[in-house]
């Protein structure tokens, strides 16, 4: 058949050779790219790229897989920001594994929808292993279940909405309280908003010196909030907050939630890598308290994006998402005992992503993804130590995962905005250079650099290096403003 029929790019029997050799070709192209790839990025703008995209005349096809991928070296693959680059220090992107990516090959491949049964069979049993699995592994007890979901905003929404449904003045949004620490993600906030909350609903809680949630100040407000007529909705603890990967107090928050019969949430997206680890499991210490858990394969399971899932230790509370259409899961399949994963999820056509993880844990297993996990919480500890050494920088907290929050301090610099200034521009040269991408956050009310290590091929080396680099960006926009203001 022609390349010119369309019938001749449907995926089928008949096709099947045509696919082989696309997805060949697709693989053979991204290996060389990574293979030559010697920067994290190359450091081009929106303005020089977009001419590139727009020049694209969508109305006429290239008939031609090999031409299309040409074609995409110039418009993605040669400028994309490469997160398996060791100096690609940025945000929560982690090196994705071989076996999780040929998991994604076959499931959209094949193209299961875990909706209903009848349109994934095996699929929605091995999501439903994993799901227990995890569950196992936090140690929720035998009515656990869980669902997976597109990622951690998703997963904080259910758990909010099951514990809104389950609060005992579920009728009454705006007496309705939510508890969480300053240095919380903010889909918390967006997903009160989302149900309905009022907009003061979110109460965010102080934390100490190491960005953990004071639970002195939690069991003072939420003592407060009872006195006024409020109604504690849920208390979300993070194990593994976005910027410092500090871990609350679990077991200490779980003392609080059980005291005010209050749905405790943890936020594990970041911090769900120490289920698989040796040496740090213990910090997750208290996580089988909680009554839903959050969890982020896609970022600390060197998984690609998405894949992530929600867990409760009663399996009942699920029940607040469930909706039966005739045309899909009619309510006789709930008594037929048909498993329909729909009945559990936000979401309804839903890809295969549990694929993934099924494929990581067949090829290597959980123990290797720990040890990975390990590594990078290791290098973290030992960049920490280089940071505090270092007169050129100040660091916010020794690390309890894998992030570093630090600025450089120029030596005879004492205004605060120039630091500021020094540090964001850093920052930006950094990027425009494409030598290495950190990311920048703010504390005390003031500009920081930030590292998140996912990548086990980083070493101290280039953390070292970065740094040199971050300090002569930060002395070059210091030493021309200087000369300017002369
Ligand atoms: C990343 C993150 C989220 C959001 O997860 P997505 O997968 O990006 O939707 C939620 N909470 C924490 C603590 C995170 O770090």
Request: contains cysteine; glycine residues 6%.
């Amino acid at each position: 058949m022609s390349l010119l029929a369309p019938r001749s790019h449907l995926l089928n029997g008949l096709n099947a050779e045509a696919y082989r050799r696309c997805i060949a070709e697709g693989a053979d192209r991204v290996a060389t790219q990574l293979a030559t790839t010697e920067h994290p990025f190359t450091g081009i703008s929106p303005q020089r790229l977009a001419p590139a995209i727009d020049r694209v005349d969508l109305d006429r096809p290239l008939h031609d897989p090999s031409a299309a991928l040409d074609e995409l070296e110039e418009t993605y693959l040669r400028d994309a920001v490469y997160f398996h680059h060791p100096r690609y220090l940025a945000h929560l992107n982690c090196p994705v594994v071989i076996p999780a990516v040929l998991g994604e090959a076959v499931l959209s491949a094949v193209n299961s929808s875990l909706d209903t049964w009848d349109q994934s069979a095996g699929a929605t049993l091995i999501e439903r292993r994993l799901i227990d699995w995890t569950a196992e592994r936090i140690g929720l007890g035998p009515a656990a279940d869980g669902i997976f979901t597109s990622g951690g905003t998703q997963s904080n929404l259910q758990a909010l909405l099951l514990a809104r449904e389950e609060s005992k003045d579920a009728g009454e949004l705006g007496k309705l309280r939510v508890f969480a620490s300053e240095c919380s993600h903010f889909s918390v906030q967006k997903s009160a908003k989302l149900l309905g909350l009022s907009p003061d609903s979110v109460v965010s809680v102080p934390c100490d010196n190491t960005k953990r949630m004071r639970t002195a100040a939690l069991a003072r407000e939420l003592e407060r909030c009872v006195r006024e007529g409020f109604t504690p909705m849920a208390v979300v603890a993070t194990a593994g907050t976005t910027d410092f990967g500090s871990i609350d107090p679990l077991p200490e928050i779980a003392e609080l939630t059980e005291r005010y019969d209050t749905w405790l949430h943890v936020d594990a997206a970041y911090g769900c890598g120490l289920l698989v680890s040796h040496k740090n499991r213990h910090l997750l210490d208290g996580l089988e308290r909680a009554d839903s858990v959050t969890v982020d394969y896609h970022k600390s399971f060197f998984q690609p994006v998405s894949s992530s899932a929600i867990l409760v230790r009663d399996r009942a509370t699920l029940r607040h998402a469930t909706y039966h259409a005739d045309y899909l899961n009619p309510r006789r399949t709930v008594e037929e005992r048909i498993p329909n994963q729909v009945d559990k999820s936000l979401q309804t056509t839903r890809r295969f992503d549990a694929l993934k993880l099924w494929m990581t844990l067949r090829v290597m297993g959980a123990d290797g993804i720990g040890e990975l996990f390990d590594e990078v919480c290791a290098l973290a500890s030992d960049g920490w130590r280089m940071l505090a050494l270092d007169p050129r920088f100040d660091v916010v907290v020794e690390p309890q995962l894998s992030t570093l929050v630090f600025r450089y301090i120029p030596a005879d610099v004492t205004e605060p905005t120039h630091i500021d200034r020094a540090n964001l521009y850093a920052r930006k040269a950094l990027f425009a250079s494409g030598d290495a991408i950190v990311a920048g956050t703010k504390a005390g009310g003031r500009h920081y650099l930030k590292f998140t290590l996912l990548n086990p091929e980083t070493t101290i080396a280039d953390i070292a290096a970065v740094l040199d680099l971050i300090a002569d960006h930060a002395e070059q926009y210091l030493g021309d403003t200087l000369v300017r203001a002369s």
